[in-house]
């Protein structure tokens, strides 16, 4: 991130903040020093939309997932990356 900044002082400066991300920075909202919510552009929120719906544990599939109707490229690296374990 960016900036890291209180939430009593995200709520005080709320415009600067959006101006920020318009600007292709990011603004992590912290509570008591702990981060709870992150302001970023929406292609930002996108890709991690993306990521998200690819799943943490897909390697070489998950990329490919990421994308809109990529099903069959995905099991084509899982169908892949299987046969590759067995020479292992």
């Given amino acids: 991130m960016d900036k890291n900044i209180s939430v009593a002082e995200a709520k005080a400066t709320f415009s600067e903040c959006i101006r920020k991300v318009e600007a292709s920075s990011a603004v992590l909202i912290t509570r008591h020093g702990k981060p709870v919510a992150a302001l970023v552009s929406p292609g930002d929120l996108e890709h991690l939309k993306r990521l998200r719906k690819a799943g943490p544990e897909s390697g070489l599939a ?4 990421g994308w809109e109707n990529s099903e069959e490229l995905a099991s084509i690296f899982t169908l892949r990356h299987r046969r590759c374990e067995r020479f292992w």
């Fill in 62 to 65: 998950s990329d490919a997932g």
